[in-house]
């Protein structure tokens, strides 16, 4: 599976972001080979606004680029604030309980040596992961990764804030183990999940 991320830094309008996404985009989506759904999440104390979508192949997602264009920049004028988008390789995907809106959403953003990538997240899926799912309130996680630039996201999901900031506390206490593997950590974003449409 693949995915397209995008991020809106200093967001203005992010409900209407998601009615936009919800009421004009999904259906361009849907026409889309390979589409695999859409989800929604922001900060909104600190006015960002991502949104993920989910693609079969590369070939797929990059396909479908055209399409998208100028329903990305009719959402750029209506959302407001900057826009980033990233392509990455979803590693892994899990689901214990599916996300819906209400829940709590950690966003943090990894990179490593491209050829560390299998070797790192052999050691995330044996080692890691468990660890992530013992945590009270967990419902889903997801590793991606660009393999040509190593740059990467993990997202991890969770009932509520309460459970997110408990999970948020034990990621830290892990760190150590990633960096002396050579995994550097950058931004993490804690968020609501706000909209999700994943097949």
């Known amino acids: 599976m693949h995915t397209r991320v995008l991020t809106f830094t200093g967001a203005k309008n992010i409900d209407g972001g998601v009615d936009f996404l919800r009421q004009k985009v999904v259906p361009v989506l849907n026409e889309q080979k390979g589409y695999r759904g859409v989800t929604a999440s922001a900060d909104r104390s600190g006015a960002v606004l991502g949104i993920l979508s989910l693609w079969e192949t590369e070939s797929d997602r990059d396909a479908s680029d055209s399409a998208l264009t100028n329903a990305r920049q009719e959402g750029l004028d209506l959302i407001g604030g900057e ?117």
Do not use: C
Not at 147 to 160: I, Q
């Open 83 to 199: 826009l980033t988008v990233e392509t990455f390789e979803q590693l892994l995907a899990e689901v214990a309980s599916p996300p819906g809106p209400g829940s709590a959403l950690i966003v943090t953003r990894i990179s490593m040596d491209p050829a560390k990538i299998d070797e790192n997240f052999a050691f995330f899926k044996s080692d890691i992961l468990p660890r992530i799912k013992a945590n009270a309130g967990f419902q889903a996680v997801r590793n991606m990764i660009n393999r040509k630039t190593g740059h990467g996201l993990v997202g991890t999901v969770w009932a509520d804030q309460d459970t997110m900031k408990a999970a948020a506390t034990e990621a830290q206490s892990r760190r150590q183990e990633g960096i002396a593997r050579g995994v550097s950590f950058g931004d993490v974003s804690y968020r609501e999940v706000l909209f999700s449409d994943l097949r």
